[in-house]
């Protein structure tokens, strides 16, 4: 399973972001894609998380702000990202939870990061 992750950047605070994944390879089935984040000198953190049947999950602190959708037929999953806040600032990481083959344990996957930087 392969995630290539796309988007991200530099943004001022109160701007918009958009970041987009999609996820290629062997691929049995999903059950969740969605983004996490760490920041300098912190523990990578949930951000949003989308299972194959739209529950979502996500984290406190970019309710209100972030929109994670996800599109099962094209493998992708996209994180609109408003109101960012200097402290949204970090290496976010697309992630994947699914079978890559029917004799696998279902399993985390994770993309290599993809920086947004919140800054004036």
């Known amino acids: 399973v392969q995630l290539q992750a796309s988007g991200g950047g530099l943004a001022q605070p109160g701007g918009s972001l958009r970041l987009s994944c999609t996820a290629s390879g062997s691929i049995l089935s999903i059950n969740a894609m969605g983004w996490y984040r760490q920041a300098p000198g912190k523990q990578r953190e949930l951000v949003a998380t989308?299972?194959?049947?739209?529950?979502?999950n996500i984290a406190d602190s970019v309710k209100g702000r972030f929109t994670i959708s996800r599109d099962n037929a094209q493998n992708t999953v996209s994180l609109q990202m408003t109101s960012l806040k200097p402290e949204d600032t970090a290496v976010y990481f697309c992630y994947l939870n699914g079978r890559a083959a029917w004799y696998m344990a279902a399993m985390p996957y994770w993309g290599a990061g993809t920086q947004v930087t919140v800054s004036s």
């Open positions: 989308i299972t194959s049947d739209g529950n979502r």
